[in-house]
């Protein structure tokens, strides 16, 4: 069973590169072929680097608002923090009782802020940019 035919329908031949090398062109040897993946991702790159050489607005970063999406951030990366916390079992070696958890949920804000500060995540940025309208 040729399994190379399965699945030529959906590809996009000019998002997959390797997908080129299955058509007819390719087969039969013409060199057109390689010149016209040339030039396609050529266009591409000049696509890329022409939206990347846009200039974002500098955030004041002791601006409320910016504080407001850094709280966000903060309590999301928590959130993540809780959540991976949870999918491991706890041996009960050690029963922690309320005090324990309190402080287990302190230190997780504390690791929550820390990672928004020096993690460099975005989400902040993105929020204000976003409540602001300077996208």
Known sequence: MDISALGNQYL???YVPFSSAS???VQSG???AFEKLLKKA???ETFNTTFSSVKKTPIDKTD???EACMELETFMIKNLIKSMRSTVQKTGLIDTGFAGEVYEDMLYDEYAKTFAQNANFGFA???YRELTGTR
Do not use: I, V
Request: glycine share 6%; proline share 6%.
């Open 12 to 14: 996009d031949y000019e």
């Open 64 to 66: 409320k608002l910016y």
């Open 125 to 127: 940025e993105m929020a």
């Open 30 to 32: 013409t060199t057109g």
């Open 23 to 25: 058509t007819p062109e």
């Open 42 to 44: 050529q266009e591409k």
